[in-house]
């Protein structure tokens, strides 16, 4: 009986382990980052394959409410969908858990962003060409974390000096959209 129980629980974890194994690999040459549902997104994808080259905008301002956007990392060419915070024009991106062993397998781009810091991000159809510099103090870490927690949370619309004490303790990577 114990053999029969143990025989079965080893063919559902190799059934689970090979259907896990193809996900992950389809995943890996989608054509950006995949949405099973319209509110759950797996925040991975493959690179671009679709989208038209575009300009660097000199203003951000027509994404500000907007949720979230695909970037793409050049080492490796991988997608992920991002939060979005703007101020005065200018892009941030941010990620959080850095210091947490989640956030250390969870959230492997931003290392990659010490290698190679270009990035390819497509908003409706577009591609834009840019790079990540990443910002670790400054009266700016404040400002956008307020921003986050504005818009993702939905906290009051004043910017709280203590906000920035995640970016700079290394908790969040706080990084701004430049031109190349």
């Not at 994404?63 to 979005?84: H, K, N």
């Amino acid at each position: 009986m114990i053999i029969r129980i143990a025989k079965w629980l080893g063919l559902a974890l190799s059934a689970v382990l090979l259907l896990s194994s193809f996900a992950y690999a389809s995943m890996r040459i989608h054509d950006g980052p995949v949405e099973f549902f319209p509110w759950f997104t797996i925040s991975i994808g493959g690179p671009f394959r679709s989208g038209e080259p575009a300009p660097s905008p000199a203003d951000w301002e027509f994404i500000a409410e907007r949720e979230e956007i695909d970037i793409q990392t050049r080492l490796p060419s991988t997608s992920r969908t991002v939060w979005v915070p703007v101020i005065d024009g200018k892009l941030y991106i941010v990620s959080g858990y850095m210091n947490s062993t989640l956030g250390q397998i969870w959230k492997q781009w931003p290392g990659y962003m010490e290698r190679d810091n270009r990035v390819r991000i497509r908003i409706d159809g577009k591609i834009y060409d840019q790079r990540l510099e990443r910002i670790t103090e400054g009266p700016i870490t404040a400002a956008v974390m307020s921003e986050v927690v504005r818009k993702y949370a939905n906290g009051p619309d004043t910017v709280n000096p203590a906000a920035g004490a995640a970016v700079s303790n290394g908790s969040v990577w706080l990084f701004e959209v430049v031109d190349l």
